[in-house]
């Protein structure tokens, strides 16, 4: 019996060496820092999501009402690189877009890139005054026949970059045309499934 007590009792509190580990924007921006995470291995990361504000990605201040969603898909050593998977706008800014007597269009549209992905685009139309239900449409029908237009021809993370850089908000400047609006923009942009 007095063996087993001097015996050297160990400890059953497993220690988990954790370290830093970058998380790294796509070519698309540069392959900037995104943000860093503490984790014990940089494989487990792989599939998750992360947020990040415009404004810290182009260094626009204009940006700072949208975020872009980034997956992470493969680790190197303690660097995670990402790919884009979502944009949205804040529901603060839209809220501020909306004024009195104005119609507010919101739209909800799914189509198919060149590669192949499913995309969910949610619209938002603000007139300048109340428009009748046939202008509504008008709009409408105008607005999807563009968006389809451009997801057709790249891929998912080409349109993103058209979405950043303001090329489509360009593109639906011709809506104007139907009826003067105070905005027209995407609201949220994501893959399905």
């Known amino acids: 019996m007095a063996k087993e007590t001097d015996k050297k009792q160990s400890s059953r509190v497993k220690i988990k060496k954790k ?11 540069g392959h900037q820092e995104i943000g860093e995470t503490y984790v014990e291995s940089s494989e487990t990361m792989i599939g998750r ?22 997956r992470m898909i493969k680790a190197e050593g303690n660097t ?28 909800y549209f799914e189509f198919t890139t060149k590669a192949g992905e499913k995309v969910v ?28 237009q451009e997801i057709r021809r790249i891929d998912f993370s080409g349109f993103i970059s058209m979405l950043v850089s303001g090329k489509i908000r360009k593109l639906l400047t ?20």
């Open 19 to 29: 370290a830093w580990a970058r998380i790294v924007a796509p070519a698309l921006f």
């Open 49 to 70: 999501t992360v947020d990040v504000n415009l404004r810290d990605l182009t260094g626009n201040v204009k940006d700072q009402s949208a975020y872009a969603r980034f």
């Open 80 to 107: 995670l690189h990402t790919e884009p998977v979502g944009f949205s706008l804040t529901p603060s800014y839209v809220k501020r877009l909306v004024r009195k007597n104005t119609s507010r269009l919101d739209d």
């Open 121 to 148: 685009a949610k619209t938002i139309m603000v007139t300048r005054s109340k428009v009748q239900r046939s202008v509504q449409k008008a709009l409408r029908v105008k607005i999807k026949e563009i968006l389809q």
């Open 174 to 193: 011709s809506l104007n045309k139907i009826t003067p609006l105070r905005e027209c923009a995407i609201r949220v942009l994501q893959l399905k499934g």
